[in-house]
C-alpha cells in the first residue's frame, strides 16, 4: 500500500536510502566487492572480459549510459551501450572476449529479451542480467545474475529500480576492476569507493530532506510547455533520466543535451520561457559546464542548478540554485538522480496528472 504517502511514485522514491543499503548488503568487504555475489563463474568471466555489450531500455537504458562512464574510467574495458530495439534489428559484430549485459527492472520487457536471445547466437563469452525480479524470464535465461532487490516497483515511472541499478553497476565495474590486472582503478581506490557506497544511504536521505524545497521549485515548470536538462560526463545519462522523467508523468516537452552541445543546436531554443535544468557535481568536468550556464543566461534563459556545496555557484536574478551534500565522484550520479525524481513528481502533482499510471505507457512492456 501507499501508506503516508499520496502516490507510490513518492513512496518509492523515498524507500531508495533503505532498498541502496540493500541492494550492497553481504557484497561488499572492507576493501572491495565480492565478486561470488555474481555467481560462482563471475571471477573466470570477469578476467577473460575485453569489451563490454550492455542493452536495455527506457530508464534501464540510462543506467547502462552511466555504468559506461564508470566501467571505462575505472575497469578500463571499452563498452557499448544501446536500446535494444535497435540492437535486436542490426548485425552487430561481436569483437571476440565481449561480454552481454542486460539490465531489466521487470525482466520481462519484449525487446530486452529478444536481444538476449539473439545474442545468445552471436559468440560472446557470456550474459550477464541485472533485474529487480527474481524468476524472471531474462534471470532464467542470463549465465551470470546480480538482483538489483529495490522490492516491487508500481508506479510505472522508473525511480528506486534506477538507482539501485547503478549500484549495481557499480558493483560490477569494481567486480572487473578487482578481476583484471591492468584496471585504472587501484586497490586504495577501490576502498576509497567502497567506503563511499557504505556511506551513501544517508547522504540520499539528506537529500530527500529537500523535498520542500524541491516543491517551490516546481511551480516555475507547471505552466511551461519544454524543458532543457544539461549535463557532462557521467551525468549526461542523468540529465537524460531527468528529461524522461519529466516528460513521463508531467507530459511537459523536455530534452537532455550534453552540456557542451548546447551551442551546436539547442541554444537557438533558449529565451526566458524555456526553463534549464542542470546538475553540477564537484568534478573535473565543472569549469567547463560553469560557462555553458553562462551561455544560457546570456540568452535571458531561466536556469535551475543542482550543485555541490563546495562548488561556488550561488543563486542571484536568473539562477535558482539547491546545494546538495558533497559526496565522492564515482556515486554523484546516483545523488544527483533524486532531485530530478522529486521536481518531476512536484511538477506533475501541480498539473494534476496521474502520477502512478501515465497515459499511453504500461509498467512492463512485453510487446514489441
Ligand atoms: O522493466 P524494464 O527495466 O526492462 O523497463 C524498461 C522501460 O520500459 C522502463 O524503464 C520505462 O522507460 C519506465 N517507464 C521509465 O520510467
Not at 521487470?106 to 541485472?130: H, P, Q, V
Not at 545519462?237 to 552541445?261: D, N, Q, R, V
Request: glycine letters at 6%; one cysteine or more.
Amino acid at each position: 500500500s501507499k501508506g503516508e504517502y499520496r502516490h507510490f511514485m513518492l513512496k518509492e522514491i523515498y524507500e531508495q536510502p533503505a532498498v541502496i543499503s540493500a541492494a550492497l548488503e553481504g557484497r561488499l568487504s572492507d576493501t572491495g566487492v565480492l565478486v561470488e555475489s555474481f555467481g560462482p563463474e563471475a571471477a573466470t568471466l570477469f578476467a577473460r572480459t575485453r569489451q563490454i555489450h550492455i542493452i536495455a531500455c527506457g530508464t534501464s537504458y540510462h543506467a547502462g549510459l552511466v555504468a559506461r562512464y564508470w566501467l571505462e574510467r575505472y575497469a578500463g574495458v571499452p563498452v557499448q551501450v544501446e536500446v535494444a530495439s535497435e540492437y535486436r534489428y542490426r548485425h552487430p559484430v561481436v569483437p571476440e572476449d565481449t561480454l552481454f549485459v542486460t539490465l531489466s527492472q521487470s525482466g520481462e520487457t519484449a525487446d530486452t529479451l529478444a536481444a538476449l536471445r539473439y545474442a545468445k547466437t552471436l559468440g560472446y563469452i557470456g550474459a550477464l542480467g541485472i533485474c529487480n525480479v527474481p524468476g524472471s524470464s531474462l534471470v532464467r535465461e542470463s549465465d551470470l545474475t546480480l538482483m538489483t532487490r529495490a522490492g516491487p516497483e508500481i508506479g510505472v515511472a522508473s525511480t528506486k529500480a534506477f538507482t539501485t541499478q547503478l549500484i549495481a553497476l557499480m558493483l560490477f565495474t569494481l567486480a572487473l576492476a578487482k578481476s583484471r590486472s591492468d584496471a585504472p582503478l587501484d586497490a586504495g581506490e577501490q576502498g576509497e569507493i567502497v567506503q563511499a557506497l557504505k556511506a551513501l544511504a544517508p547522504i540520499c536521505q539528506q537529500v530527500l530532506a529537500l523535498n520542500d524545497e524541491i516543491e517551490v521549485l516546481s511551480q516555475a515548470f507547471a505552466e511551461k510547455h519544454h524543458a532543457l536538462f544539461l549535463g557532462r560526463g557521467a551525468h549526461f545519462p542523468i540529465a537524460l533520466e531527468g528529461a524522461l522523467k519529466l516528460k513521463e508523468i508531467s507530459y511537459i516537452h523536455a530534452e537532455a543535451y550534453p552540456a557542451g552541445e548546447l551551442k551546436h543546436g539547442p541554444l537557438a531554443l533558449v529565451d526566458s520561457e524555456m526553463p534549464v535544468i542542470s546538475v553540477a557535481p564537484n568534478d573535473d568536468l565543472l569549469e567547463k559546464l560553469k560557462s555553458n550556464l553562462q551561455e544560457v543566461r546570456a540568452r535571458g534563459g531561466q536556469l535551475f542548478v543542482f550543485a555541490d556545496k563546495n562548488v561556488g555557484i550561488h543563486a542571484h536574478d536568473d539562477t535558482q540554485v539547491l546545494h546538495l551534500p558533497h559526496i565522492h565522484e564515482a556515486l554523484a550520479p546516483l545523488l544527483y538522480t533524486l532531485p530530478l525524481q522529486l521536481l518531476s513528481y512536484h511538477v506533475a502533482v501541480l498539473k494534476g496528472t496521474d502520477v502512478d499510471q501515465p497515459r499511453n505507457l504500461a509498467k512492463s512492456v512485453t510487446v514489441e
